[in-house]
């Protein structure tokens, strides 16, 4: 047996960049928002509506825009900022796990 019980050879897994952004985020509100425009986008991919999202918007603002790290996860997503607007470019992929 290895150090602390564990197994020789035992290796700490490396978050990766989004998942150490998902794990700053500290609202629920906000993963759900993020998870709703990601669902929409998966089940409507040829729509451009649910590819872009007004950060002005006082619901969007609330619930990305003033939550610490929100934004970043989606930027670490793919979207990309154009003024007022986060917008995911045509050619970025998103699923949904089944």
Do not use: C
Request: charged content about 30%.
């Amino acid at each position: 047996m290895g150090y602390a019980g564990y197994a020789p050879g035992h290796k700490v897994v490396e978050k990766t960049p989004l998942q150490a952004k998902l794990a700053a985020v500290k609202d629920t509100g906000a993963f759900d928002l993020m998870e709703k425009l990601s669902r929409n986008i998966a089940q409507n991919p040829g729509e451009e509506k649910f590819r872009q999202v007004r950060l002005t918007n006082e619901k969007i603002k609330a619930a990305l825009g003033d939550v610490p790290g929100a934004v970043d996860v989606l930027l670490e997503m793919g979207w990309v900022e154009e003024g007022e607007f986060l917008k995911l470019p045509a050619g970025a992929k998103v699923g949904m796990a089944e």
